[in-house]
């Protein structure tokens, strides 16, 4: 998951800092940005942001609530965690650095990174990972 959000997030910064055009060098040119920002972002989300997304969703959540709302919850929570904290990582690597610089760039990434995670990134990635890990629901043939 946090691959393809990373991806997603530098093709739309690099249009963003190319004009706002997305061709083919602007997935080139994020393909160069994500071998820096995966890993971060990976290690970040996976010791860090997710035990504190699932602590943060559940106090507006209960273990009762339907489960896709919990995983949404747990979506959001992690985008209001990694957005402004990849926002401020990527402002240091690619950027000028300064308070203004971070805060007009984790605003521009913000709304994006919701909608592309809730709507796109997080129902592909679960899609894929049904497909590859099914469970033994079906009976063998």
Known sequence: MATVMVYGMIVYNVALNTGGVVSGFTFLAATHELVFM?????????????????????????????????????????????????????????????????????AMNFPMAICYQMFYCGPFVRLIFRLIFRRGDKKQQ
């Not at 942001?49 to 747990?74: C, E, H, N, W």
């Not at 240091?92 to 805060?103: N, T, Y």
């Open 38 to 106: 995966a890993p971060i972002a990976f290690v970040l989300e996976f010791f860090v942001v997710s035990k504190l997304a699932g602590k943060l969703a559940f106090t507006v959540m209960k273990p009762t609530d339907r489960p896709q709302f919990i995983t949404y919850a747990i979506s959001i929570c992690i985008c209001c965690i990694m957005c402004p904290t990849m926002s401020l990582i990527a402002t240091v690597l690619f950027k000028e650095p300064s308070f203004g610089e971070w805060i007009r760039t984790w």
